[in-house]
């Protein structure tokens, strides 16, 4: 187990970021996909980074259990650090419930529609009935709009520490120098 210091680890860095990343373009196209046009042939990319973002937190969790976060500031109240510990529970789940949830309901064996990942190779349909896809399809929407407040209250919260707060609890998640393993 790696020890801890005052940054995450470039390897926690690059994994956040890379999912931040793929994470933010997938909400803004599964909350607006309605409204793009279908030329742009934009669900099949959505399809392929949801299949990235659940490899990246498979990832992201092997490489947290063996390098540990830095902690908390000290002078951060109780109440802020056991919202801090439930809302990055509650991320790390999603980020694996909703790309699930997604391969589920295109696994439906009344309409499959295979996900070709970025046309490179096809990953194969789950074994599922109507229902669970049904279901899956129902809980992707909501649990979108899920992640999609948390990763705004998450955001908040980072920028009130960088700005009202003054602390590094920001900083330390930052790409640049200082960077330790």
Request: proline share 8%; hydrophobic share 50%; aromatic share 8%.
């Amino acid at each position: 187990m790696t020890a801890r210091g005052d940054r995450y680890s470039r390897g926690a860095i690059a994994f956040h970021w890379s999912i931040a990343a793929l994470v933010l373009f997938n909400l803004i196209v599964g909350l607006f996909h309605d409204a793009m046009p279908r030329a742009w042939g934009i669900m099949p990319i959505h399809k392929s980074v949801g299949i990235a973002v659940l490899v990246l937190t498979l990832g992201r969790i092997g490489w947290r259990l063996t390098h540990k976060p830095p902690h908390l500031p000290e002078l951060l109240p109780a109440w802020e650090k056991a919202t801090a510990h439930t809302v990055h529970f509650i991320l790390y789940a999603l980020l694996l419930i909703l790309p699930i949830s997604g391969w589920l309901l295109s696994s439906n064996p009344e309409r499959p529609r295979p996900i070709n990942w970025f046309g490179l190779f096809e990953i194969p349909v789950l074994p599922a009935t109507p229902g669970i896809a049904h279901n899956a399809h129902e809980a992707h929407e909501l649990l979108g709009y899920l992640m999609a407040a948390l990763v705004a209250i998450h955001i908040a919260a980072a920028l009130r520490h960088h700005f009202i707060l003054r602390d590094r609890v920001l900083a330390r998640m930052l790409p640049g120098s200082g960077r330790r393993g």
